[in-house]
């Protein structure tokens, strides 16, 4: 059993096997997702688990040397949230339009879906490396 970290088995998995420039999109429930692209559903009702949790349990394993979020989370709950972490994020995330954050999806290698249900809760993930 592990001591700390994330437990869930797929993610876990999913995670071990991203390498440096790999993308991961942590997603609200609603954002669409391309049918070739791999999901980890972690869903279970609406607004649980959160984006944030999950966000920051990511956050704990990868090393991230950028990120993309829409332009429309602005200064918003998700816009404050994310400059809060920047550090952790590689610097100031990219804003692009969200018909374009959508189109970015099409080549992460995976994407997790939680239940949040805040509007552009949606965030890409640039993996780097810890050298």
């Known amino acids: ?5 994330l437990l869930n088995a ?3 998995g999913r995670v071990g096997r991203l390498g440096h420039t790999d993308r991961v999109v ?6 669409p997702v391309p049918a070739d692209v ?4 972690l869903a279970v009702t609406l607004g649980l688990p959160g984006w944030r949790e999950v966000l920051d349990a990511l956050l704990a394993e990868l090393v991230v040397e950028g990120a993309v979020v829409a332009r429309e989370a602005g200064d918003g709950e998700v ?22 954050f959508k189109e970015l999806v099409a080549d992460a290698s995976f994407v997790v879906r939680t239940g949040e249900a805040t509007p ?6 640039r993996c780097g490396v810890p050298f």
Do not use: Q
């Open 26 to 31: 942590v997603a609200d429930c609603g954002l």
């Open 79 to 100: 816009g404050v949230w994310v400059a809060e972490r920047e550090d952790a994020l590689g610097g100031p995330p990219d804003r692009v339009p969200h018909e374009r």
């Open 10 to 12: 797929e993610l876990l």
């Open 1 to 5: 059993m592990k001591r700390s970290g």
């Open 120 to 125: 552009y809760a949606n965030i890409l993930l």
């Open 38 to 41: 791999p999901v980890v559903d």
